[in-house]
Nanobody, 111 residues
Framework: QVQLVESGGGLVQAGDSLRLSCKAS????????VTWYRRAPGKERVFVAM???????LYGDSVEGRFTISRDNATNIVYLQMNNLKHEDTAIYYC?????WGQGTQITVSS
């Protein structure tokens, strides 16, 4: 059974940086793609970034150039480095591997 645990969220100011972690158990993060999504208040969940099993990365338009997804195969963690955070980045961030989801971590960016 795959379990995913996100961490690293918090309250920050616009322009700050944060790094989210997605710790996986039960399946290797290098075995297939891991994706970050987010859901802003009152909005639908949207794609943020993905890292494929070969290490290929893909980003949503709104975060391209500011966010970086990476992984540590030794610890089985996928990271999302978020720089130059904006108010519109405020959301609950979730990671997903295969059909499994984490519980999410809240990021609030004050303007």
């Amino acid at each position: 059974q795959v379990q995913l645990v996100e961490s690293g969220g918090g309250l920050v100011q616009a322009g700050d940086s944060l790094r989210l972690s997605c710790k996986a158990s039960g399946r290797s993060v290098s075995s297939e793609g891991v994706t970050w999504y987010r859901r802003a208040p009152g909005k639908e969940r949207v794609f943020v970034a993905m890292i494929g099993h070969l290490g290929t990365t893909l980003y949503g338009d709104s975060v391209e150039g500011r966010f970086t997804i990476s992984r540590d195969n030794a610890t089985n963690i996928v990271y999302l480095q978020m720089n130059n955070l904006k108010h519109e980045d405020t959301a609950i961030y979730y990671c997903s591997l295969n059909v499994s989801w984490g519980q999410g971590t809240q990021i609030t960016v004050s303007s």
